[in-house]
Nanobody, 123 residues
Framework: QVQLVESGGGLVQAGESLRLSCSASGRIFSISNMAWYRQAPGSQRELVASLTNDDSTNYADFVKGRFAISRDNAKNTLYLQMNNLKPEDTAVYYC?????????????????WGQGAQVTVSS
């Protein structure tokens, strides 16, 4: 299987920046889609940004122009740069990777989630 470990969350003031990281480990053969989601208390999990294998990106309207998703293939790491943070960005942020991993002599699909990173923005 593929394991994801997130880091970089924290408490910041409005207008400041944070960068989340999501490191993947395991016998990854290929990754088809990478994404960041977030979930605020009492709300459903929502898509923040996604990045496909051909570097196509998609952003939720509420983060366009402020957040940027990127990856480092050599490090198997996904990033979310968050600038000009607002109190309404307060949530637990989750990374999600989908693709194929090696299992013995075969290959299987994976759909893995990080453990979540708390981001709190004070006004």
């Amino acid at each position: 299987q593929v394991q994801l470990v997130e880091s970089g969350g924290g408490l910041v003031q409005a207008g400041e920046s944070l960068r989340l990281s999501c490191s993947a480990s395991g016998r990854i053969f290929s990754i088809s889609n990478m994404a960041w989601y977030r979930q605020a208390p009492g709300s459903q999990r929502e898509l923040v940004a996604s990045l496909t294998n051909d570097d196509s990106t998609n952003y939720a309207d509420f983060v366009k122009g402020r957040f940027a998703i990127s990856r480092d293939n050599a490090k198997n790491t996904l990033y979310l740069q968050m600038n000009n943070l607002k109190p309404e960005d307060t949530a637990v942020y989750y990374c999600n990777l989908r693709g194929i991993y090696r299992s013995g002599w075969s290959r299987k699909e994976f759909d893995s989630w990080g453990q979540g990173a708390q981001v709190t923005v004070s006004s």
